[in-house]
């Protein structure tokens, strides 16, 4: 491996316009011509983004004189030959305005970047070890600006950046690089130990966030996850990059860090009472991210080792990676006490509740949708739900599943707890990538079970996951309750003041209607129809009753004579059948 770093800079050059100013040096460059390429896609979320559409001006040079650089394709260039033994720098202008968790974002008041959309990579010299220089914005008005990152500091350089500083930071290779994303700015810190590893807050935007009780939940549950796969943690340091805004929620998982963006209303306040809804969503996504430290980022599937950053990486797995991950997220906040058993079957009714309304379950296995994310479910339409079933939400079901019944069959002797620490030790701790049939595999071998019926069914088929059943095995009772108001078959949602049909499921009142996703509804029966009254005048209605509806498609208005239907299921919920199981003790605790 070449030892010479590949050194990086990055300033905030016009933060009221938006745009980073981003070098790569390399010393020894390809006499044949040195190529560059920024990512397609960002590690973590499944979408092609073309990050190099956002750069707007690049340019090279050696030896302090220009040097040509030509484009290949919509994200790669490649420089001319460079003098010998002149050092090449590319510089970078790039426009940063996305303020998400997955690119970059810069005004006045912060910077914000992951890697992948700011850092080009030097082909050819991926291994070697990286130098980034973490520079301030200029000016008075920025001088209260830190910065909150993963990165280790380049330990034995002039310019080693100190804590929370500027200057220098290392990373061993371009994969490590990207990595760790970056928040500068004026932000609150709050610190924690989580078995001995420094774990640190920074939370960006207005708030009043109750800095001890978010620290000490967040450290129950990194703790408990932790001594799940076993002590030493895989980082030496771990950082929680939190945008508060008004509307928002988001996650991207890192090695060593999570991009977060929430609700600032989702923190807690000093003096709040109990665990709001609100408040138990974030830690819930919290503990997601934190998982991923060892289920994706370490423990990945064959088709990400190495990751191909230039194209699609596909792969079947991603309902094991992000739906397991799912699962253990909120069960981490039971066993870590953090939340309540009642608070744990009711948010394990919601998402049961989240897959059942959609049709897209019936249509779609969990190894498809997994394939299919580049395509379908990271590009969702008005369809999506008819057609695409969510590998997130059902894939937490069926780990739960599989759970129940690595648990029932063996009476308590293996769990799906099992099956992730061996995961751990053999693919997390070694870099080898997970196959396709490996998980079932470790789990047939954890339990002496065949389950390739189970995976069959729950991971390759499209029926519905036996729950009920392996439920009351544990003594908790899945119910229904029927709603007495009658059903449309649509999903709405509001445009510019109009309540707008987003999706018209299959086989619905609606559909068969001949409503259409798009229609923005105007009355009902002659009376004027708001996001705040139709359930209101459905509840007037029975199933088997034919309505009146007008609604305008785009600037045409019709009618539409639709029967109504009886609602299959309105909402599940979770009850406790037994005061002690012995199996449930195991699965959930006392």
Known sequence: MDSVPVRYAIRPARPAAHRFTVSCTVAAPDPAGQRFALPAWIPGSYLIRDFARHVIAIRAEAGGKPVRLDKLDKHTWRAAPAGKGQALTVTCEIHAWDL???GAHLDTTHAFFNGASVFLRALGREASPCLVDLQAPEGSAFAAWRVATSLPPATGEKRCAKPRGFGLYRAGNYDELIDHPVEMGVFTPIGFEACGVPHEIAITGRH?????RLAADLKRIC??????????APMARYVFLVTAVGEGYGGLEHRASTALLCARNDLPYPGMKGLPEGYRRFLGLCSHEYFHVWNVKRIKPAAFTPYDLDRENYTTQLWAFEGITSYYDDLALLRSGVVTLDDWLDLT????????RDPGRLRQSLAESSFDAWSKFYRPDENTPNAVVDYYA????????LDLTLRRETRGRASLDDVMRALWRRFGQTGIGVGDDDLRRIAEESSGLDLKGFFARAIHGTRDLPLPGLLAAFGVRLTWSKARTPALGVKTGNANGDLVLATVYDGGPAQRAGLAAGDALIALDGLRVTAGNLDALLARREPGETVAIHAFRRDELMRFEVALAARENDAPSLRLTKSTNALRRGWLGG
Request: a neutral charge; aromatic letters at 8%.
């Open 100 to 102: 998400s968790v997955r």
């Open 208 to 212: 009043d966030c109750d800095p001890e």
């Open 223 to 232: 703790e408990w996850q932790i001594r799940f796969f076993g002590e030493p």
């Open 349 to 356: 009714a919601k998402t049961i509740a989240r897959v059942m």
């Open 394 to 401: 059902k894939g937490a079901l069926a780990a739960l599943a």
